[in-house]
């Protein structure tokens, strides 16, 4: 390669790679879809929160170094503090792997149009330093956000998720309008709209200078237990396949040295693009929820009813237990309970939920 004669040399070049990798080669807004129309930045979303952890003793017992093996990512979302939700891409193998959502207290998964799923990351007061591949908004994804009165971040999205955004006054930050300053590309390929990343850094400097609040006095959605608990009733849950169509299905697989449930794509390894490990559960719920095209939707995009009652179950440590969801409107929290009617409780580490259609095939062994 040769070396560099002279010092004002090497900083010029090392100012324009940097300049490239940071401003260079965002896509133009639209995905695969073609449903990233014009976007103005809307203002003022729902709010939502998360239990703190209470006090320990400070003398280490047995059950308390028993308790650190599992997450050891995982932090209790705070009480108060918006948290931030991220349209991500799971489309294909482009994508792969995705990066970020290891630190994400809660992830959905949920059908999109053509068999396949996008995810959504929800974190409160974590600072991945990227988050990837952003893609476009679908309408129901914003049900849950508004659970826990997320700021959204998108890039681009369908007709019915822009007309959402600004009937329901999200707070969002997206890609089409923002994608100069909040988001880079990894490859120089423009025809590339699967490889769009953002930062938590990005992300919150954009909040800051749009003055979006960060304070929310919503309802917690979820209970958590402070430290580490067995169901005591249910069957056993050593493996979790969840079929949602015959080109997709997801599967999670239990180590009992860890406490955690080893999360799988297609029959492959679920991997981590910042730390190059595989994906992991503490908690699972799995919802089905019916869904169906959209009538003429020339892409194809679905409808989910995420508003009104279902069954479903909840996964941790080893068992699982029947449950019972409800929701009684768009921007109200979904309530899961067991058959004893009483609210579940998170055990401490990262959940996954799975909103599943009632077509799907469910396979808890």
């Not at 449903?35 to 952890?53: C, K, L, M």
Request: proline letters at 4%; charged letters at 25%; a negative charge.
């Amino acid at each position: 390669m040769g070396v560099y004669m002279a010092i004002k040399r090497t900083s010029v070049i090392i100012l324009a790679l940097l300049g490239l990798f940071i401003f260079g080669g965002c896509s133009d807004g639209t995905d695969s879809n073609k449903d990233a129309d014009n976007i103005e930045p809307s203002p003022t979303p729902v709010e939502t929160i998360v239990p703190t952890q209470n006090n320990v003793d400070s003398e280490e017992t047995e059950e308390d170094s028993e308790k650190e093996i599992g997450d050891l990512n995982f932090t209790f979302p705070k009480e108060g503090i918006r948290p931030y939700a991220v349209m991500i891409d799971n489309e294909g193998t482009r994508p792969l792997p995705q990066g970020g959502m290891y630190l994400a207290q809660i992830i959905y998964e949920i059908i999109v149009e053509g068999g396949t799923t996008r995810l959504m990351p929800v974190f409160w007061d974590k600072d991945p330093s990227m988050i990837g591949p952003v893609r476009s908004s679908r309408h129901y994804f914003l049900d849950y956000a508004m659970e826990h009165d997320a700021i959204y971040v998108h890039f681009g999205y369908s007709p019915k998720a822009m007309q959402d955004i600004k009937n329901y006054k999200i707070n969002n930050i997206n890609g089409v309008a923002n994608g100069w300053e909040v988001f880079w590309d990894l490859t120089n390929d423009k025809r590339n709209w699967q490889d769009s990343y953002t930062s938590m850094e990005k992300v919150k400097g954009y909040v800051e200078k749009v003055k979006y609040r960060t304070a929310t006095d919503k309802s917690l959605a979820f209970k958590y237990s402070e430290k580490d608990y067995q169901l005591t009733e249910g069957k056993s849950a050593l493996n979790v396949n969840i079929v949602y169509t015959s080109s997709y299905d997801c599967s999670f697989k239990y180590d009992e040295t860890k406490k955690l449930y080893m999360r799988y794509r297609k029959g492959k390894p679920h991997m981590e693009r910042i730390t190059d490990q595989q994906l992991t559960a503490k908690n699972i719920i799995i919802q089905m929820v019916s869904n169906y095209t959209i009538k003429g939707d020339d892409a194809g995009r679905q409808e989910v009813n995420t508003v009104g009652s279902g069954e479903g179950y909840f996964i941790s440590n080893g068992k699982c237990i029947d449950i019972k969801w409800s929701k009684k409107s768009r921007t109200e929290q979904t309530k899961y309970v067991d058959s004893q009617g009483k609210e579940i409780v998170l055990n401490p580490g990262q959940t996954w939920i799975q909103i599943t259609p009632t077509y799907g095939k469910v396979t808890i062994e």
